[in-house]
């Protein structure tokens, strides 16, 4: 065969599998714009599954927005263009150190695909509403995170403390071991992360949301506000990845429990 020719072919193979290379890349989660991250299972939190999967450090790796909590349930977690913040049962907000384990977190990259401008809401229920309202438009089937700021003339969150083994499973931690605080005339974001429901099994349906206030003074879960007014930025996600525990525990956990009910009534 002529030489050319054969050297021909073999560019036009290269191409082929730059290209096949390239496409899967889009797919296969190397581009986080558009892609949730999620460590463990909502559901084997539930359960009791608290020791860490990853680290700080490893989840940064992922994207710049999200939450989740620590080793033990140490706190509320709330990540923030790219730091990893803990909300500790104390009250304190803490900058969390790479080494620091992690058992359930979601987390993206934030890639602005749309604004919500004048927000004002009188509640919770308001605010969800309204944000049920906005996704709407885009299609509730798919995922969502919505960084939203603002001023509040009160809000309510909460932090856990520490678990040491062997864990309870988290209705009975929030039961005794929840520490709730309320804040009035607050400035700082909301970051709003929502599944659809279809997603149920893996986390929660519907609006999931912890606060940091500007000064990094005040943050948690939120569950519960009041007098919102501020705007917000959404980010809607069409890929998911997830990575599972691989301790004896969870690889032999009963996942046949429905886990709605328990996961409302923390949240």
């Known amino acids: 065969m002529n030489k050319k020719i054969v050297f021909a072919l073999i560019i036009m193979g290269l191409l ?14 190397n581009n986080n714009d558009d892609s949730m991250y999620q460590v463990s299972l909502m559901q084997a939190f539930m359960h009791g599954e608290y020791n860490g999967v990853v680290t700080v450090g490893d989840l940064k790796s992922h994207g710049d927005i999200g939450l989740g909590t620590f080793e033990g349930v140490n706190g509320e977690m709330i990540i923030l263009d790219g ?48 944000l049920d309202k906005e996704i709407e438009k885009y299609g509730t089937n798919n995922m ?27 209705t009975e931690v929030a039961a005794v071991d929840q520490k709730v605080f309320n804040h009035t005339d607050q400035t700082g974001t909301l970051v709003a992360v929502y599944f659809p429901e279809y997603m ?30 501020g705007s917000g930025q959404i980010d809607e996600i069409h890929e998911f990845n997830m990575i599972l525990p691989t301790d004896d525990s969870f690889k032999n956990m009963n996942f046949t429990e429905d886990m709605s009910n328990k996961i409302s009534s923390v949240e």
């Not at 803490?94 to 749309?114: H, L």
């Open 16 to 29: 082929a599998v730059s290209a096949v290379s390239a496409q899967n890349s889009l797919f296969f989660g």
């Open 83 to 130: 730091v990893i913040y803990q909300a500790a049962a104390d009250g304190s907000i803490n900058v969390m150190s790479d080494n620091e384990k992690i058992p359930f977190a979601t987390i993206t990259k934030f890639d602005e695909d749309g604004k919500i401008d004048d927000i004002t809401a009188k509640d919770f229920n308001d605010l969800t509403s309204q």
């Open 144 to 170: 969502y995170v919505i960084k939203i700021k603002g001023d509040f003339k009160n809000i309510t969150v909460r932090s856990v403390e520490k678990q040491e083994e062997p864990y309870k499973e988290f």
């Open 200 to 229: 149920n099994e893996l986390n929660m349906h519907g609006w999931h949301l912890h606060f940091l206030s500007d000064d990094k003074t005040v943050g948690g879960h939120v569950l519960g506000l009041n007098d919102f007014k």
